[in-house]
């Protein structure tokens, strides 16, 4: 039997096409210098999931890869839609990329206060992204997307306490090469992206890529006024990636990119409780179909972020390799909200007005990595280094109501964060023969969390105004801080059963720190939340053929949070609580699937089966006109037994393509294929509110087209939602205006059809 396990151990010094920022202690492997992916086997997924290049079947963790051309045939252009190809993986959005937010295995982080990590982490080229609104971005000239389901908080440290994606972009060519695709779609929807790439010397290779999209959006708004389409968008981006190999000791890659967004999405109506507000809605009705506004006011969100990084691989005493990651990024954005959803300009009884609600965040990152890998040291090898972070971040916040009884209230909020992270990390990976591998690491964490707040209640916004009711009308001049020290892990053991596969054992430690409710409403009385500690179990396999056409991933898995993060809003108030809810637990079975029986014939399907609940969470808020009998007493219910918002118990993603040969005689041949999702129903308040629950909805895609048997170009068609099925990205209930539901629709949720080409060289 060939040792596997002994060759793979002697190719993890590579870490070539990983920028892996907030890294390490995983379990890396001992590595010779520079391996590609042309070292593997040329059917093999080759991953880096352990900031080392493998093949999917060695890595002992579940984890879902997606090529860059896969994404593209299924229409992903965005982080967010990757829940189209990973079964565990679940999408929350907001009004804006600040308050959107994505879950894996059920776990995620909703909050708006600028003061808390998400607990699912977005890395692109080793880069972490700190906030949620940084990680959504377009996905341009993308090698693999990977997305590690559950904690990743040893290997990555910051904040993956739920799950990690990974984004890994193409790097510079050693020839001159590109490529440009351009798709239209319905409703006045198209995109343009480019990449070339070659070398500039014997020594230095360039790759550039940009960007451009634009939707008018597909929510009338009635009103006449601004707008008469919502949820529309400009997106526009590029990115330059330089690569230097003075010797082959030395590799060094620099990293550049910028990208600007422009949306105006907003809400719609699905339900309200009073007369007079569903009057001053009309001609809207609320629906869970409605995709119509009557508003009056702005619902712009601009976005603007940049960065660059540099990496250095240095190899030395035959044996080592020091790596070296330095980045910096900007983040800012900018955006309003028509609250109250009427076009009225002046409030009248039983409905007040609510147009100003904006809010400018600002954000600034940098970071440093450092850490020394050893090879085969006889039997076992070494990591070990250090990382250093801090970000900053400001926020400031307007708003403005009107009042019926001639009252106007407004008020000004400014606020602002720092975080300084600095760890130390060693990990090891013990060969105990030829099939057995034990691996562990330990990574040790402190961090120290700053927050100021400002609020003056006579800074009202109109001369004329009264300072904003409750909460928000209280004054605020106050600073903390709050530090802890952490020490995580993983530990686990993987057995090649066979020439087919092997299992793996593990435990981990995740992590994700401290909080503050750093919002309009914030008072120096809050306490900072304490962080998010979880203790995971997960056994699995990996299985394939020996040429590698079919392959079977399975996990299960049981994971248990302390100090669970979550945001629930105050009933009869406007403002949201950040807080501890107790203990919650996550655990399910995963599999995925793929199958290739001819090079014409592409097949992969994915299935999670989850049960996300609140283990422990007696005194939790009440949800909206809750009763006594419905279990509310003194404004708190037992949430224990309650589900965790957005995690279905079952999610099926599925995709097949059928290349169909048109003979020599041709340049080009068709193709169909499809791809699906399905997923039960979800409850998206951590409340349980019943209004706030979804039933379970498939969507099915399809395309056809042609495509050149030199993969030079393609014409697809395509139709999105094929079945035309309705489903909301998120559910929320208010008490403002007697109280009302609302929803955040999305573009995929209704049908339509497009056609994309593209042309490589």
Not at 374 to 395: C, V
Not at 630 to 640: I, M, P, R, S
Not at 656 to 670: C, M, R
């Amino acid at each position: 039997m060939t040792n596997r396990f002994r060759k793979s151990s002697r190719t993890v010094l590579t870490s070539a096409s990983v920028l892996a920022l907030c890294v390490v202690s995983g379990q890396a492997y001992a590595q010779e210098s520079a391996q590609s992916d042309s070292d593997f086997d040329a059917n093999a997924i080759v991953v880096t999931a352990n900031l080392r290049e493998q093949t999917l079947e060695e890595v002992p963790l579940a984890v879902s890869v997606v090529s860059g051309e896969r994404l593209d045939a299924v229409g992903v252009g965005g982080i967010e839609a990757i829940t189209d190809t990973a079964p565990s993986l679940t999408f929350t959005k907001g009004d804006n990329p600040s308050n959107s937010s994505l879950s894996i295995r059920g776990i995620g982080t909703s909050a708006f206060s600028v003061a808390v990590e998400p607990a699912v982490s977005v890395v692109v080229d080793g880069v972490v992204m700190a906030r949620a609104g940084q990680g959504f971005q377009d996905l341009i000239d993308v090698k693999r997307v990977e997305v590690l389901r559950g904690p990743q908080s040893t290997l990555f440290g910051k904040n993956a306490s739920a799950g990690l994606i990974s984004v890994t972009t193409e790097d510079p060519s050693d020839y001159l090469t590109g490529k440009v695709d351009a798709s239209l779609a319905e409703g006045g929807e198209y995109s343009v992206r480019g990449s070339v790439s070659g070398p500039l010397s014997e020594t230095t290779g360039l790759r550039l890529s940009g960007f451009y999209k634009q939707f008018d959006g597909f929510i009338d708004n009635v009103s006449g006024i601004g707008d008469d389409k919502r949820a529309g968008y400009e997106n526009y981006g590029f990115r330059g990636k330089l690569r230097f190999e003075p010797s082959s000791d030395l590799n060094i890659t620099l990293i550049g990119d910028y990208r600007s967004g422009f949306d105006n999405s907003t809400f719609t109506m699905r339900k309200v409780y009073s007369d007079a507000y569903r009057n001053a809605l009309a001609p809207v009705v609320p629906s869970a179909e409605n995709r119509t506004v009557n508003i009056n006011a702005p619902t712009d969100n601009n976005t603007e972020q940049w960065g660059a990084s540099g990496k250095i691989e240095y190899d030395f005493a035959d044996n080592w390799q020091l790596t070296s990651i330095t980045a910096y990024r900007e983040w800012s954005f900018s955006g309003n909200s028509d609250v109250d959803a009427t076009s009225l300009t002046q409030p009248v009884q039983g409905v007040n007005l609510w147009d100003v609600n904006s809010g400018n965040t600002d954000l600034s990152q940098k970071s440093q990595e450092l850490r020394f890998a050893s090879g085969d040291l006889g039997g076992f090898d070494i990591l070990f280094g250090g990382f250093a972070f801090r970000l900053n971040a400001d926020r400031s916040f307007l708003r403005r109501q009107q009042f019926a009884n001639g009252t106007n209230r407004s008020g000004q909020f400014n606020g602002s964060t720092e975080t300084t992270n600095l760890a130390a990390f060693i990990s090891t990976n013990i060969y105990l023969g030829d099939t057995t591998e034990m691996f562990g690491g330990l990574r040790l964490i402190h961090e120290k969390l700053e927050y100021e707040a400002f609020r003056d209640p006579a800074n009202v916004l109109v001369p004329g105004d009264v300072p904003l009711g409750g909460a928000a009308g209280t004054a605020v001049d106050f600073a903390g801080s709050t530090t802890d020290t952490s020490v995580v892990g993983k530990i686990g053991i993987r057995q090649q059963v066979s020439d087919f596969g092997n299992v793996y054992a593990s435990y981990a430690r995740g992590y994700k720190g401290k909080g503050f409710n750093l919002i309009f409403a914030t008072q120096e009385s809050y306490e900072p939340v304490d962080a998010e500690k979880s203790d995971a179990f997960e056994i699995g396999a990996k299985l394939t053929t020996l040429d590698r056409s079919l392959s079977l991933n399975l996990a299960a898995f049981y994971t248990k949070y302390k100090n669970f993060q979550g945001q629930a809003q105050i009933p009869g108030d406007v403002a949201f609580l950040l807080l501890n809810a107790g203990e919650v637990s996550t655990k399910g079975i995963e599999a995925e699937a793929s199958f290739t029986p001819t090079d014409l014939t592409t097949l992969s399907l994915g299935a999670t089966f989850l049960d996300a609940q609140i283990d422990e969470y007696p005194l939790g808020p009440c949800y909206l006109f809750q009763t006594e009998a419905e279990g509310c007493v003194n404004g708190v219910q037992d949430l224990t037994g309650g589900d965790l918002p957005n995690a279905p118990d079952v999610r099926l993603t599925g995709f097949v393509k059928q290349v169909i040969p048109f003979g020599d005689s041709l340049p080009f041949d068709g193709f169909v294929q499809s791809n699906f999702v399905y997923q039960s129903k979800v409850q998206f308040g951590l409340d349980q509110d019943p209004t706030t629950r979804q039933k379970g909805y498939g969507v099915v895609n399809a395309a056809l087209g042609l495509e050149s048997k030199d993969d030079r170009y393609s014409l697809t068609f395509f139709v999105r939602n094929i079945f035309d099925q309705n489903y909301a990205g998120y559910i929320f209930s208010s008490g403002f205006n007697g109280g009302r539901v609302y929803q955040q629709v999305v573009r995929d949720a209704s049908r339509y059809v497009g056609v994309k080409a593209s042309y490589s060289f």
